[in-house]
């Protein structure tokens, strides 16, 4: 059988045509929300479609891009992203109705999710910030087995770790990201975490554990809620994955 596949999942990037696509999108919704007058109704309609499907993707943790939009946006959390998600369907609608009324209650509320700043993010006229010290604790797997993790730390960014895992002699698919933590203290987060899977590992001194994705996540984000290791969503910050992750 020969592998033919390049990125783990969650790393794949867009294709040039589509990010110019979506670069265009970003700019049209960041217009719209700091109140510019909207000239062609259904592009404008397309466009708020295709950001919000970025914030989407993000949510559901479920594309092969997923991690790659995430980083791209700041690494918005998923909780984040998932209410941004709804804010977008509304503006969508509310330009759709000429609702003037609505479309002023959501340029309030996407304040308060900071949609503007992940969106400038997106555009590269701001850069994502976290606090001295942090780093993050993640979950590697890859489709072929699934329920075969690689749980560890790092304090440079995920997409770098990963890409120096999946160069490493012996890899033969590469590994994706499915859940990831933004913690405060990212060695003593591995330490605590690797305790408390340590029925599941495979061997003594490797940090791989046989155990399903959604199990080892509720036990991760139990550990790093309890010992308080999370960075808290601030006005850069992530919080904890899909119960939340990377999200």
Not at 62 to 87: E, R, S, T
Not at 154 to 162: D, F, I, K, N
Request: hydrophobic share 40%; charged share 25%; aromatic share 8%.
């Amino acid at each position: 059988m020969k592998i033919v596949q390049k990125w783990g999942f969650g790393m794949a990037p867009p294709k040039a045509p589509t990010q110019n696509e979506r670069l265009k999108s970003v700019r049209t919704v960041l217009a719209i929300l700091n109140g510019e007058i909207v000239q062609d109704l259904e592009r404008a309609l397309a466009e708020v479609s295709i950001v919000k499907g970025l914030f989407n993707r993000v949510a559901r943790e479920d594309q092969w891009d997923w991690f790659y939009v995430k980083g791209q946006l700041g690494y918005v959390p998923a909780a984040a992203a998932k209410q941004i998600g709804f804010a977008l369907a509304n503006l969508r609608l509310a330009l759709k109705n000429n609702d003037e009324l609505a479309l002023r209650d959501i340029r309030e509320g996407t304040k308060r999710l900071q949609l503007l700043k992940y969106l400038r993010i997106f555009l590269g006229e701001l850069a994502p910030t976290h606090g001295p010290g942090a780093g993050w604790l993640y979950i590697l797997s890859t489709r072929e087995m699934s329920s075969y993790l690689k749980i560890g730390m790092t304090t440079r960014s995920v997409e770098e770790r990963v890409r120096e895992i999946n160069a490493a002699t012996g890899v033969l698919v590469p590994f994706g990201i499915w859940r990831c933590w933004r913690v405060t203290d990212p060695q003593r987060a591995e330490k605590l975490v690797h305790s408390a899977l340590d029925e599941f590992r495979v061997r003594g001194d490797r940090e791989f554990f046989a155990v399903e994705i959604s199990d080892a996540a509720k036990t991760i984000s139990s550990v790093l809620n309890e010992s308080r290791l999370l960075v808290k969503s601030g006005s850069s910050e992530d919080e904890g994955s899909s119960v939340p992750g990377c999200t």
